[in-house]
């Protein structure tokens, strides 16, 4: 086994709480002696303790000199918890090897010296795994630098570009793999949102419909169409009215909702939501489920209803991902800025 081997099982312990440590990001940790496991762990919920304590509180036997595996650099100053560091030196671990450095200002790469100024042996993942486990906290990143949420823009289409038809009827654009794979996603964020006219045309749950699955924020944005009461639960933000959105300002409406402690929302439409959005630049990622299908009705529903560009100001899309889902097709795509 070697770093990156045992990174990508700390990795795969982090990304199994993707979705559940708002505000804090997914870490996942490993301890090691002599090619055996002597504990391990991950940050299950924010408040409670980082994914070092865990593994390190969890080792079978006393882990100093073992070699420490964390997927984010070890925080150095005491947030709602008191700093891992601190405690790796305590029980006095030989080497730490860490996936990716904290974008968090407070913590950003000071552990690397804090360690070393105590003896204990530090390297930096690089290549595929040092991506995987930036990946991992790409939301967190985001949000912690900017005092904005990670955007995705999922939307089921036809081929033409639509997302329901003259009757406003959207429930049966793709099939069930592309279903299936649209409640995984969102278990793995800490909102859902969509415009206030498909709440009243479909009165979306919003919820992972999955066993063990955390409930989401719904964020319904009300701009001319109002929300009606039934629409509404405790996990409901309705954006002008617990969001200060005044309309037209979705980057603000955005900025307060990460000051809720969301670091990353899905958007599931509805087109002019999503156009919008895309005009704005807010945009982080598309996912585009595109079914064998095409409705060529003048009065459906656009999907991508951004505004009128010529060819050469075209929106332009960079190509991240093309997956199968049963009969329909998953772009993921990144807006070329
Ligand atoms: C780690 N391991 O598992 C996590 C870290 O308020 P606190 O005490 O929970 O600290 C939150 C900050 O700590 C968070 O913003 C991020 O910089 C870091 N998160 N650090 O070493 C972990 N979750
Ligand atoms: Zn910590």
Redesign the pocket.
């Known amino acids: 086994m070697t770093d990156a081997d045992w990174l990508a099982r700390a990795a795969g312990l982090a990304e199994a709480q993707v979705g559940r440590?708002a505000p804090?990001?997914a870490?996942g940790a490993v301890c090691v002696r002599a090619g055996r496991v002597l504990g391990e762990g991950a940050?299950l919920r924010?408040?409670g303790p980082?994914?070092?304590v865990n593994c390190l509180n969890a080792c079978a036997e006393n882990p100093a000199g073992a070699t420490l595996y964390?997927t984010?650099?070890?925080?150095s100053t005491?947030?709602?918890?008191p700093p891992?560091c601190d405690l790796i030196k305590a029980r006095r671990v030989g080497r730490v090897v860490i996936g990716c450095l904290?974008p968090?200002p407070?913590?950003a790469g000071r552990a690397v010296g804090l360690l070393r100024a105590a003896g204990i042996a530090v390297s930096l993942a690089e290549g595929e795994i040092a991506a995987r486990c930036r990946a991992l906290i790409a939301p967190f990143a985001k949000a912690?630098t900017t005092g904005l949420p990670y955007v995705r823009l999922k939307l089921a289409m036809t081929l033409d570009g639509f997302i329901a038809d003259g009757a406003r009827a959207s429930r049966w654009v793709t099939g069930p793999e592309a279903r299936a794979w649209a409640q995984e996603v969102r278990a793995r964020v800490d909102a859902v949102m969509v415009g206030a006219g498909t709440v009243r045309d479909d009165h979306p749950s919003l919820q992972p419909h999955l066993p063990g699955a955390p409930q989401k924020w719904r964020v319904l944005v009300d701009r001319g169409t109002p929300v009606a009461a039934e629409d509404v639960d405790a996990r409901t933000l309705v954006a002008t009215r617990d969001l200060g959105y005044d309309g037209h300002d979705l980057r603000a409406m955005l900025r307060a909702l990460c000051a809720r402690g969301v670091n990353d929302v899905l958007c599931e439409g509805g087109g002019k939501l999503a156009g919008a959005l895309l005009d704005a630049g807010l945009v982080d990622e598309l996912l585009l489920v595109y079914a064998p299908k095409a409705l060529g009705d003048a009065a459906a529903v656009r999907g991508l209803a951004i505004a009128p560009r010529g060819l050469a100001g075209a929106l332009r899309l960079e190509p991240l991902e093309r997956r199968a889902l049963g009969a329909d097709t998953l772009l993921r795509l990144r807006p070329v800025v």
């Open positions: 440590t804090n990001p870490v940050h924010a408040g980082h994914a070092e964390v984010l650099e070890p925080c005491t947030g709602r918890t891992c904290d968090n407070r913590h912690i």
